[in-house]
């Protein structure tokens, strides 16, 4: 087999696959990319058993076969590279799997094994439902709810996104029991029957790199145990969390009476200065009629800071607590340039909201308070 391409076109698509490799694995197999040559094209294969990515690269060749090169190897060397026309040439040895593959540029001669009849299985699955997403849409939804999913082994459900499809909308949610995120959007396919799944944050996570100025299709598989995700020249095909998700409905308040309007970049930028004074990270809220004040201190070490912001304040006055990173994340996920807050007591969850006048989309940030000493 002998094939001519670019070092970028190759760059390019090894870039892709390889983000299915894993960092450790005990199947050789997963350890190396699969290309397949055939009518003028390479096709790049790499997977972890669960996560499974194919990219296409134009290369001139008429020879067809099938080989695997291990993928850091690989990586390596056309990283090394600049681009240039590059020419692969694979030759089998007698009598086994193993081979040999020859690359030659315009400066150099290099070699590295390569391995033949090895790639694992892909299975053949009917995927019935697709869903067209602009490429905006898609990484927006990512944005705004992956920072909430949870890192606990032991609920696997809440370590992957909760999407929901009915009608013509869709509803992203992610939650990890302190604070979660519930962001709809209107799409332009229509769903029968209400459909729920839950993508893992690491498949989401790939897809923020891997699709970014792409039309995307994402489709569902009969079962609901698998997703895939295709743009021109790349799919990522995944199994999806199985988990029941928790009923995040239910701890959504319904009647936050206490109302909130500030400046977002104003007090962003006062939680980030002032939970630099706390031990432990929480900052204390003291808010009536129109001042806010942030509070937070660090007795042991003497050290405190105050600062004090202007607000539109509806309700009695509330003094609350929260893990200021909560705050920053929530805050730095709203993109207009007020929110509005909505409040009940001092254990009761707090709603960030945009304000609807400035964005049509319905984003909701939920941030459970913390117990603070007063």
């Not at 990586?75 to 086994?96: A, C, H, K, N, P």
């Not at 920072?147 to 929901?164: I, K, Q, Y």
């Not at 799409?187 to 839950?198: P, Y």
Request: net charge negative.
């Amino acid at each position: 087999m002998k094939f001519t391409t670019s070092i970028k076109k190759l760059q390019d698509a090894a870039s892709k696959v390889i983000l299915a490799v894993p960092s450790k694995s005990l199947d050789a197999r997963f350890d190396n990319i699969h290309l397949v040559l055939e009518d003028g094209s390479l096709i790049l294969y790499a997977t972890d058993g669960e996560l499974s990515i194919t990219a296409k690269c134009e290369v001139s060749s008429s020879d067809r076969g099938t080989f695997g090169i291990r993928a850091r190897t690989l990586q390596d060397f056309l990283r090394s590279m600049y681009d240039t026309s590059v020419t692969f040439e694979i030759e089998r040895q007698t009598g086994g799997d193993q081979g040999t593959v020859s690359i030659a540029t315009d400066k150099g001669r290099y070699r590295m094994p390569c391995l033949f009849g090895d790639r694992p299985e892909s299975h053949q699955r009917n995927f019935d439902l697709s869903i067209g997403l602009k490429p905006s849409e898609l990484q927006d939804v990512i944005h705004k709810t992956l920072f909430a999913c949870s890192v606990d082994g032991m609920r696997p459900a809440m370590m992957g996104v909760l999407f929901e499809f009915e009608s013509s909308a869709m509803t992203a949610v992610a939650t990890d029991g302190h604070r979660l995120v519930r962001c709809r959007k209107v799409t332009t396919t229509e769903v029968a029957e209400k459909q729920k799944i839950v993508v893992p944050s690491r498949v989401l996570s790939i897809i923020q790199r891997l699709l970014q100025n792409e039309e995307v299709q994402m489709s569902i598989d009969s079962e609901g145990r698998n997703i895939r995700f295709q743009a021109e020249n790349v799919e990522l095909e995944s199994a999806l969390i199985v988990e029941p998700y928790p009923n995040y409905e239910a701890v959504i308040p319904v009647e936050n009476e206490k109302k909130l309007v500030v400046e977002r970049l104003l007090v962003l930028d006062s939680v980030k200065r002032v939970g630099k004074f706390s031990s432990i990270g929480d900052i204390k809220l003291v808010i009536a009629g129109s001042s806010m004040k942030i509070m937070a201190e660090n007795s042991s070490e003497g050290e405190s800071a105050q600062e004090e912001l202007p607000c539109t304040f509806t309700g009695e006055e509330i003094t609350i607590g929260f893990n200021s990173r909560f705050i920053e994340a929530a805050l730095a996920h709203i993109e207009t340039d007020e929110v509005n807050i909505e409040l009940s007591s001092p254990t009761t969850a707090v709603i960030f909201k945009q304000k609807r006048e400035e964005i049509a989309e319905d984003l909701i940030i939920l941030v459970m308070p913390v117990r603070i000493n007063n």
